[in-house]
């Protein structure tokens, strides 16, 4: 595991850098996250208020300093705003698995985020932290409104990536 053996790893797409979450992006995440429409594919209630997202930012730091987890900012690389989180979470160091989740600002929902964000964690989870698999967990009715399954290579028939895939997805 690496936690605190290690500092965050930053990420850098074409678009995008993907950093550790601070406590500054409480307020551009409580905006994300008190979305009902995001949260209705998060898994629980949209907040209530900025403290919230504060303890959403401290619970990912804690989850990483202790290596069961991860979560990156995605951040507009012109602007620096946050977009959206994505990480690896559930980790299985023994079987060298994890599941990865993500959410993203309605504002920038078809527009790839996801996909460009995934392609680059996916290939430092398999890359850096030796993952054998990587699997998803994703809501009925998103497919069709995201793309997400098919786009990102989550399923080995729709791969045209050339590294590892993601070799599981459940729908819930």
């Known amino acids: 595991m690496w936690g605190l053996k290690k500092s965050f790893p930053e990420l850098v797409t074409s678009r995008f850098i ?29 907040l209530l208020a900025v403290y919230e997202a504060k ?7 804690d989850q990483f300093q202790q290596g069961k987890a991860i979560r990156w900012a995605i951040c507009d690389r012109e602007t620096n705003e946050l977009i959206g989180t994505i990480g690896f979470h559930n980790w299985t160091p023994q079987y060298f698995r994890a599941e990865i989740g993500f959410e993203v600002a309605p504002s ?34 998103t497919r ?25 997805v459940s729908w819930i």
């Open 144 to 168: 069709d409104r995201t793309g997400w399954c098919k786009s990102s290579a989550l399923r080995r028939k729709d791969c045209s990536m050339t590294m590892p895939i993601v070799t599981d």
């Open 18 to 46: 993907l950093r550790e979450l601070e406590p500054r992006d409480a307020r551009e995440l409580y905006v994300i996250l008190s979305t009902e429409e995001v949260m209705r594919y998060y898994g629980s209630d949209p």
């Open 108 to 141: 920038h929902w078809r527009r790839g985020v996801a996909y460009e964000a995934a392609s680059a964690v996916i290939r430092y989870g398999f890359d850096e932290f030796k993952f054998h698999r990587i699997s998803a967990l994703v809501a009925r009715g």
């Open 55 to 61: 303890n959403v930012i401290a619970y990912f730091k």
